[in-house]
């Protein structure tokens, strides 16, 4: 006996009486004699691919390039007088094997709910990670070596990286954005494995974390002046956390708090973070050596720190931190570049300092003082509430005594209770803003508490679509007047 877990679209989600994996099943299409004919010979459908591969090329949303492949598909459809009952469906196809390079993976690419995709090799199922059901196998898989090296050689060419023997590593991204690590023999001796960390179509804003309690309203609230810095000084913040922990998606959540004028550069080993709100923003991306003969020419994580500080940014903001890229990221804050944040694998905030101070990153510890700010979070599992993510402790650096470097839990999580709670802990934070801002105490606390209650508003209202919330953001911080009027006219 099997018990359905959730339902939709393709998808069922099972639970097997001899598994202790759910089981993600994802449903055949009954295709027609002539749709069969269309996805077995695709170019002669799509005559004029490369000229509509350049339009697709120029387009940098991907739900832009999405649209725009579906509207010439369906017309094409049309043109040729198809008949079928499986117009979407065909229409994805079309993009996944022809545009995007999906082929077989393209339903597990299009479901949201998933975060993880991992192939383990030939006649293997698929391993897909859910948001809500964790580790699932599939009913997916690549059933002969032709298939999944044809999907590694157009990822291959996609990413402009060569993989093979001389190279049987790749790191990078896929048109949509999500990330892939491929690993082929010598170094998978029993195949190539491939996984996918995939990106969100919809990036959570800081409304859906406090809907998903992740974060407080009260912290998000002061979070929000912390980033924002009210358009004087923000503060530097790193996220830490343990792998799948939610950082990413933590940074790209306060990364909507950076005012529309500033002009941000980003730094990643392969681009994860999505800062496409930002009109005046820089991406770049590390580059490793491509084999033997082209050894010492990448261009390194430390290396691309230190050309953003040529480039006249506002602050940096560093996908990863890990390596030596941390002392360049330090000294940009040191230079003034207030604001500047960055990610790094950290289980709390004492720990995240002492991967900073020692090898490889070996930032000098009178540096860490310009760290105003450690925001952790955790991973959990609950049989009930199934996967969920914490913010399970804010520290703050406060100062340097002796070879110590002083740390203030200012927030924590309280497991029994599941709420985010402030400590006893004095904000000594609160006090360089005030100073930094020419506010009083008791102004900046009315600061923060208006923008809690504002937060809550779009809480309860729903209002949690990213470009919704970044107008709200956005309008507050250069008029903010207006935005207490509507209010106060939605809260009489």
């Not at 975060?115 to 196998?137: D, T």
């Not at 729903?462 to 009027?485: C, S, T, W």
Request: glycine share 6%; hydrophobic share 40%; proline share 4%.
């Amino acid at each position: 006996m099997s018990e359905v877990l959730a339902s939709y679209g393709r998808i069922q989600l099972t639970s097997e009486v001899d598994s202790n994996i759910p089981y993600y099943n994802v449903s055949e299409i009954n295709w027609t004699q002539q749709e069969k004919e269309i996805l077995d010979d695709l170019k002669s459908f799509i005559t004029e691919y490369k000229l509509i591969q350049k339009q697709v090329d120029a387009i940098r949303n991907i739900q832009e390039k999405e649209e725009f492949l579906k509207g010439i598909i369906e017309d094409r459809i049309k043109q040729k007088k198809i008949v079928t009952e499986n117009t979407n469906e065909l229409v994805n196809a079309v993009i996944d094997n022809l545009f995007f390079g999906y082929g077989k993976l393209g339903t597990l690419m299009r479901d949201d709910m998933l975060e993880e995709i991992m192939i383990n090799g030939v006649n293997i199922p698929i391993y897909v990670f859910h948001r809500k059901y964790g580790m699932c196998e599939t009913n997916v898989k690549y059933e002969d070596k032709t298939s999944i090296n044809e999907f590694i050689d157009a990822t291959s060419r996609f990413v402009e990286r060569e993989v093979g023997f001389d190279n049987p590593l790749l790191d990078g991204h896929l048109i949509d954005g999500s990330r892939i690590n491929i690993s082929t023999p010598p170094a998978a001796p029993h195949g190539p494995s491939i996984t996918i960390r995939k990106f969100r179509k919809s990036p959570l804003t800081i409304i859906d974390l406090i809907l998903k309690k992740t974060i407080s309203i009260e912290l998000a609230a002061f979070l929000w002046v912390a980033v924002e810095g009210l358009g004087i000084h923000p503060c530097n913040i790193l996220v830490a956390g343990g792998s799948g922990a939610g950082k990413t998606t933590l940074l790209n959540a306060l990364a909507m708090f950076i005012p529309e004028h500033e002009r941000v550069v980003t730094v990643e080993d392969t681009l994860e973070l999505n800062f496409e709100f930002l009109k005046n923003w820089v991406p770049l991306e590390g580059v490793p050596s491509l084999g033997k003969e082209d050894k010492g020419n990448e261009v390194t994580l430390e290396v691309l720190v230190e050309n953003t500080l040529r480039m006249r940014p506002d602050r940096v903001i560093a996908g990863e931190v890990r390596g030596r890229e941390a002392e360049p990221l330090f000294v940009a804050m040191d230079i003034g570049l207030n604001g500047s944040m960055g990610t790094i694998h950290s289980n709390n905030s004492k720990e995240t300092v002492t991967r900073l101070v020692n090898k490889p990153m070996d930032v000098a510890i009178r540096m860490l003082t310009l760290l105003q700010l450690v925001v952790v979070l955790n991973r959990h599992y609950d049989r009930e509430k199934g996967m969920y993510r914490r913010v399970s402790e804010v520290g703050e650096i406060t100062g340097i005594e002796g070879d110590v470097v002083q740390i203030g839990e200012i927030y924590q999580w309280d497991y029994k209770t599941d709420k985010i709670k402030r400590t006893e802990y004095p904000i000594l934070l609160k006090e360089k803003i005030c100073k930094w801002c020419g506010l009083s105490k008791k102004e900046l606390n009315k600061e923060i508490f208006i923008r809690g209650k504002i937060l809550e508003h779009m809480a309860k209202k729903g209002i949690r679509e990213r470009d919704k919330v970044i107008a709200v953001f956005r309008e507050y911080h250069y008029n903010p007047q207006m935005v207490l009027a509507k209010f106060r006219k939605d809260n009489p």
